[in-house]
């Protein structure tokens, strides 16, 4: 019955133009913003970490953008099956794409590209896979059964595919072996057990070192990707993807494996500079610290 429910309004979301849906949805994330405390402050520490100069008004300004835009981003997320190819042609600019064509066509290499929870992160994939070719990412099941199967339908849509983050690792060496892209967002806090202490902006952050093993064990190209919201016309986007990371296969691994992971830091703190107010600050980025190193977040769950 939930499902059925769930469905039904799905369907009368998608049904109202997209403009109107982002007023609806930017207009609840406001309201969120309004009342969610917490989050705000969240989000004002870690934009101290990155950005020690910044002042408290742009700070506000940044804040109440990155809610407004998840409102938008949510009405674009529903409106997939409805961005039909007239549609990605006049919203959405793709750069750089020949180096994801170099390292698996000419060089013959598996690829997978990092990314970050940046600008519409659920369209890079999206439109990557219908204008170029079908790809893979990594995601974290949703604790609604009932969300996940439709939130993974949506993220499926136009031949796609989700790998479950609990079985990653072997998800993901397949995939590379059929060389199809796999996406990795490498943004998130991890425990000191599944990532490496490597710098991300003025502090340095445990960051998964799983796409660095990854790309040693298959001999596998990095290449950064991050997908741009235009702020003078918030439905239209450029997706970029860059060069590969430079890595040493024969180099010892474990230092290899810091070296690249911070250099997929480097990437990512190249777009969140370029564009702050199109990553999500809201996540306790710098939560995993040291033994002994204070709480940055001073208790707040």
């Known amino acids: 019955m939930k499902e059925k429910l769930a469905r039904a309004l799905l369907r009368i979301l998608e049904a109202v133009p997209l403009p109107l849906l982002a007023v609806f949805c930017e207009t609840v994330m406001l309201l969120v913003w309004c009342v969610d405390r917490k989050h705000r402050r969240i989000a004002r520490i870690n934009l101290g970490i990155a950005f020690p100069e910044m002042e408290d008004a742009e700070a506000f300004r940044i804040i109440r953008r990155c809610y407004r835009r998840m409102g938008t981003s949510a009405a674009e997320f529903i409106h997939i099956p409805k961005m039909d190819a007239e549609y990605l042609r006049d919203h959405f600019r793709i750069e750089g794409a020949d180096h994801i064509r170099v390292s698996m066509e000419e060089r013959n290499q598996p690829a997978m590209v990092m990314t970050g929870h940046f600008g519409n992160w659920e369209l890079l994939s999206h439109v990557y896979g219908l204008e170029i070719a079908p790809t893979a990412f990594i995601v974290r099941p949703l604790k609604s059964p009932v969300l996940d199967r439709i939130v993974t339908e949506r993220r499926e849509f136009g031949g796609n595919v989700v790998i479950r983050k609990e079985e990653s690792a072997r998800g993901v060496m397949k995939i590379l072996r059929r060389k199809i892209l796999v996406g990795i967002l490498i943004d998130q806090n991890v425990d000191w057990y599944q990532g490496v202490l490597v710098d991300l902006f003025h502090r340095k952050a445990y960051t998964t070192f799983g ?91």
């Open 211 to 301: 796409i660095a093993r990854l790309a040693l064990a298959m001999r596998a190209a990095i290449h950064p990707a991050f997908i741009f919201r235009d702020p003078e016309r918030k439905f239209h986007h450029t997706l970029r993807f860059g060069p590969p990371i430079g890595i040493r296969y024969g180099a010892p691994k474990e230092e290899e494996v810091a070296r690249i992971t911070r250099l997929c830091n480097e990437e990512l703190e190249k777009a969140i500079r370029e564009a702050p107010d199109q990553w999500m600050w809201f996540h306790r980025r710098w939560k995993t610290r040291p033994a002994g190193e204070a709480d940055i977040y001073g208790g707040l769950r």
